[in-house]
């Protein structure tokens, strides 16, 4: 499925990483979830994007420590 998206933005306009990022964006790092499953997904989100360095280390490392403190959030 992943690959038929990225295709598909291959033939409409969006060539390579930077155009892919400007599309998706970077607001989701550290984004808060309401419940440890909503955190879940966040976190399955980000990390293929940071395992194929779309997103920065920074952005990725800030998404990380973010998720971790939601969770102690979610556990209080």
């Known amino acids: 499925m992943t690959a ?3 295709a ?3 033939t409409s ?3 390579g990483v930077p155009a ?4 998706i964006g970077s607001s ?11 955190q ?5 989100t980000m990390a293929p994007g940071c395992a194929v360095k779309l997103y920065t280390a920074a952005e990725c490392d800030r998404h990380t420590k973010a ?6 959030e979610l556990k209080s």
């Open 4 to 6: 038929i998206l990225l």
């Open 8 to 10: 598909g933005c291959g």
């Open 13 to 15: 306009g969006v060539n």
């Open 20 to 23: 892919l990022r400007a599309a």
């Open 28 to 38: 989701l790092a550290g984004a808060k979830g309401k419940t440890v499953e909503d």
């Open 40 to 44: 879940n997904k966040i976190d399955r």
């Open 67 to 72: 998720s971790a403190a939601r969770r102690v």
